[in-house]
């Protein structure tokens, strides 16, 4: 696996050869190797590429206790240094949030944003409020301690969830332009946490196309087998053949 600099970005494969990218944006208490082996089931052409938050090793180049919008731009600007490929965004949970507010700075850096947004198993930014309340509850902890698959080495993993609470806890919406781009939202069909009603609310944020899509299982329903939704990543995410628009840069 090789590092960027900074320390935002993971590539567990760097592919010289890729014509797209998608970058992935783990939840809460994730760390970057639950992404790891995606490459493999993905197609040759799309490289992986992890977004790293801060607590994990190696650091990324900001403080652990960093302010949200610190974050948020710190991101931005290590994935402006890669327009040169069409490129998506994956975010699970609250990486959800996090990946929307990336892409909603990169426009405002005026950079293109992403071709194609997924995300899962959270509502959107703006009904935020209503279900910020299960970060205090112990069973999405345990849900979460019970799927990762720790890496030796790390920080432990209750600790980890509360330095990521104690950053999604500053984060205050502010409601921004509708993306041009397709927007595909995944949910699982037993989450307790977040029904089909508030993933279906993420419509309003795109002007381009929308799609929900629910698969079996739970709240982390791919961290035990990501392939289902590997496959409908790829079949979605094809802007060569799909006549995806870039999202333009505005001036």
């Keep these: 696996m090789f590092t960027s600099p900074d ?21 809460m208490g ?13 197609p040759a052409s799309m490289e992986v590429c992890i977004m790293q938050l ?8 900001i403080p652990t206790d960093a302010a949200f919008s610190m974050v948020i731009e ?21 990486g959800a949030t996090l990946a929307y507010e990336v892409a909603q700075q990169l426009r405002r850096y005026n950079h293109h944003g992403p071709d194609q ?23 999405i ?29 500053q984060y205050r919406y502010c409601p921004g332009e509708p993306f041009a781009c397709p927007l595909t939202i995944f949910g699982a069909e037993l989450d307790p946490y977040v029904s089909a ?5 993420w419509k309003t944020y795109t002007t381009g196309r929308f799609a929900l899509q629910m698969f079996p299982g739970h709240h982390c329903f791919f961290y035990i087998d990501a392939q289902p939704l590997l496959d409908a990543i790829a079949g979605r995410f094809q802007p060569s053949l799909n006549g995806v628009e870039r999202e333009p840069v505005r001036n």
């Design 74 to 94: 710190a991101m931005a600007e290590a994935i402006s240094q890669h327009q040169d490929l069409p490129f998506a965004f994956f975010g699970h949970c609250l």
């Design 54 to 61: 801060p607590g994990r090793l190696p650091e990324p180049d």
């Design 141 to 169: 902890s345990s849900d979460i301690f019970f799927h990762v698959n720790y890496v030796k080495g790390q920080r432990n993993a209750p600790d980890l969830f509360e330095l990521d609470a104690m950053l999604w806890q």
């Design 117 to 139: 947004l997924f995300f899962a198993c959270f509502s959107p930014p703006h009904m935020l409020y209503e279900t910020l309340p299960f970060l205090q509850t112990a069973s």
């Design 197 to 201: 009603d508030q993933l279906a609310a």
């Design 7 to 27: 320390g935002w970005i993971h590539y567990p494969r760097p592919n010289k050869r890729a014509t797209t990218r998608l970058f992935c944006f783990p939840g």
């Design 30 to 42: 994730a760390y970057t190797s639950l992404y790891a082996h995606w490459p493999d089931f993905l």
